[in-house]
């Protein structure tokens, strides 16, 4: 099957691309916040704020993102204007996954339905590729509701690298590549320190506005983070895996190619995970799975045998090409609601809107 998504074109100012965002997505920006806070509560059975009281937590956030950028604060901005909403509630659709770490004092993971899981990363260097270029790719596996506000948002900036980056309506960015050769995707991973910081969208977009991979990884591992997120960067030679809680960092080894999933792997991060928050073994399968797809394909690796790849479904329907159960409510079924496949020094992004199982990837180049 072939699903199309939209494509945005953003250019000028910050507040100028956000303004056109907020305007080419209105419709859906507007039911995109007037429903989040219910995908939120029905996610945590023990959460009892509402949604006002949500938008207040995620105003925490705000002094951090005005010191760490505040082109993309004018940018929600120009979201919030051009949609007819405010910027709060354009603040609170950007921290869909901080809101992950709400949690009762002491409880942990355990508030966190059995159902969860997320998403699959692949990252392949040059010299592990048929053709000698890096691979970059992912499953972004949120509740299916998600998928309904997919759109690609085609970025030029007045002043630096353009950018194709993946998002949701209202959102400033996902996962992406940019002009400069930098491409990036990410696995949402619980750490016990999350805190007031910087939002993952603002670090994605900040990482995809350098001019230089090491300044890209620099907006990962050096930024005051809110939450824990492991950022897969690559491109202009050189390629990192990096685990982020809020608070500290480790850079793992990439022996050709890499698969991670919703779990540290490193000693040092596996200290800060939070207790029982994988309510089962679905993110160690389908880490198994793909490391060892990788593993036995080293060298001759191809876009195309990770788009194979990201069909999988060893551990159904738990797998890499997630599934929610028969019957689940959008609200609560985790599916894989797009799949990525980069070429960093190319410019060029895949999507695949939906499960690749299912749907066609679509190729954007800058």
């Known amino acids: 099957m072939s699903r199309t998504l939209p494509v945005i074109e953003l250019a000028g100012t910050p507040f100028e691309m956000g303004l056109a965002h907020g305007r080419a997505m209105k419709e859906a920006i507007t039911d995109f916040t007037a429903s989040i806070a219910a995908v939120h509560q029905a996610n945590n059975g023990y959460l009892k704020a509402g949604h ?9 956030n705000l002094g951090f993102l005005e010191k760490f950028s505040p082109g993309l604060v004018d940018e929600m901005r120009g979201i919030a204007e051009g949609a007819g909403t405010t910027f709060e509630e354009i603040l609170h659709l950007n921290c869909f996954l901080e809101l992950e770490d709400v949690r009762a004092p002491g409880l942990g993971g355990r508030l966190l339905p059995d159902s969860l899981w ?20 992912q499953t972004y596996d949120m509740e299916k509701y998600y998928g309904k506000y997919l759109c690609l948002l085609r970025l030029r900036p007045e002043n630096g690298p353009q950018a194709l980056v993946v998002s949701f309506a209202g959102i400033l960015g996902l996962c992406g590549v940019s002009s400069a050769g930098v491409g990036l995707v990410i696995n949402k991973v619980a750490a ?10 603002f670090i994605v977009r900040k990482a995809l506005a350098a001019e230089r991979i090491g300044d890209a990884l620099g907006a990962a591992i050096f930024s005051p983070r809110a939450t824990g997120i492991n950022y897969q960067l690559a491109g202009s030679g050189a390629a990192f ?4 809680s809020a608070t500290t960092y480790a850079l793992l080894d990439i022996p050709g190619a890499i698969a991670h999933t919703n779990h540290y792997l490193s000693e040092r991060m ?19 799975v793909a490391q060892g797809f990788l593993d036995a394909r080293l060298g001759r690796l191809t876009p195309e045998s990770v788009k194979e ?18 019957g689940e409510d959008e609200r609560t079924a985790f599916h894989t609601v797009f799949a990525v496949v980069m070429d960093p020094d190319a410019g060029i992004i895949e999507v695949c809107p939906g499960n690749p199982c299912e749907n066609a990837y679509h190729r954007h180049t800058l």
């Open 309 to 326: 790849l990201s069909a999988n479904h060893v551990n159904h329907p738990r797998c890499i090409c997630a599934h929610g159960f028969p």
């Open 270 to 288: 596996r200290a800060f995970e939070t207790p029982n928050w994988l309510s089962h073994g679905g993110s160690m399968v389908r880490r198994q």
């Open 52 to 60: 006002d009281s949500l938008v207040s937590f995620c105003l925490r």
């Open 192 to 201: 016990t320190d999350a805190r007031p910081g910087v939002i993952y969208p």
């Open 118 to 137: 997320g998403c699959t990363t692949i990252n392949v260097l040059a010299g592990a590729s048929a053709n000698g270029r890096p691979i970059l790719a």
């Open 241 to 244: 895996c990096a685990e982020t």
